[in-house]
């Protein structure tokens, strides 16, 4: 009896892992996945930055930049990496697994859909001007806190300040702004079109996959701020401030899988900017497999050379 209950784990076992084994895409290339005409370098002036004595302060030149620091992917399957384009595990937990897949899209209304997200460091540029060493690398599967909405209040329980009608209207004005390129760091309950920045899980209410896999992506950024992963490189000249509030306009990104789309634009701008043609069911993009997504992910650098 045990020979076979172990046989049949086994074999269960394999049957979970061969959906994820059976998936492959284009791996990130820094090259083409990076558009680096997003990067914008502009220098605007002199500054000066204080310094313990005998020194007092030093004098730099300032410079601002969008450096592409980190690839998001968020994805419909546990332990696929759309980044790696191949999986790097599996499990036998269905609630790993995301939910409101392309196919079923026909036949599935008003779903909330779930992802899974990961977050890869692209310490490319960390020499340029503004020295940074906060890559962030993050694995949801592994994060319970992620994949239970109730778990994750622990870690933002003002939560509870935005969950009424009256706040969640009040992201349409976040909406429209972000939709002009302009988002509103005033609202950081707000992700533009993808509707709430809370809870800081996978699960998204929202069925338009697309859309909300951006928000899903964006949730991830805003809880490595929390749990002070990263830090804001553009909140003071003079060092790099976490802020466990997000600054939303510090940050844009572009999708790259299952295909690439430009510009970058605020988190939560209406996928109807890119997403004709990215996702097609059974198919995807031409660079990976359908509801796995890639999102390269630019913050803004703002420094006083004289201050890494």
């Not at 992802?115 to 020295?131: F, R, V």
């Not at 706040?167 to 972000?178: K, N, S």
Request: glycine fraction near 8%; charged fraction near 10%.
């Amino acid at each position: 009896m045990k020979v076979k209950t172990l046989a049949l784990v086994f074999f269960l076992t394999f049957l979970s892992g061969l959906n994820n084994w059976s998936k492959a895409g284009t791996p990130f290339n820094p090259l083409t996945d990076i558009h680096y005409s997003e990067i914008q370098l502009t220098f605007l002036g002199l500054c000066i930055c204080p310094r313990p004595p005998p020194i007092f302060y030093v004098i730099g030149e300032i410079w601002t930049y969008w450096e592409p620091f980190a690839a998001v992917d968020t994805v419909s399957t546990p332990f696929y990496s759309a980044f790696l384009g191949a999986s790097f595990g599996g499990s036998l937990l269905d609630e790993l697994g995301g939910t409101n897949a392309t196919q079923d899209a026909v036949n599935i209304a008003n779903e909330a859909t779930f992802s899974q997200a990961h977050s890869y460091p692209i310490p490319l540029l960390n020499w340029l001007l503004c020295n940074r060493y906060d890559y962030p690398f993050w694995i949801s599967e592994f994060d319970v806190q992620w994949n239970n909405d109730e778990l994750s209040v622990l870690i933002h329980p003002e939560a509870a300040l935005y969950a009424n009608p009256v706040m969640q209207m009040a992201c349409m004005a976040d909406a429209t702004a972000t939709n002009l390129g302009a988002t509103l760091d005033l609202m950081p309950w707000c992700i533009g079109s993808g509707g709430s920045a809370y809870p800081m899980t996978g699960s998204i209410q929202n069925d338009e996959i697309t859309q909300a896999n951006n928000s899903a992506a964006a949730r991830l950024i805003y809880k490595l701020n929390r749990v002070f992963m990263i830090c804001d490189p553009a909140e003071s000249l003079c060092g790099c401030q976490y802020t466990p509030i997000w600054i939303k306009s510090h940050y844009k990104t572009h999708v790259v899988r299952p295909g690439s789309r430009s510009p970058a634009w605020p988190f939560g701008a209406t996928s109807t900017y890119y997403n004709s043609g990215l996702n097609v069911p059974m198919v995807g993009g031409g660079l990976g497999p359908n509801d796995q997504y890639l999102w390269t992910v630019y913050r803004r650098q703002l420094c006083c050379t004289c201050c890494d």
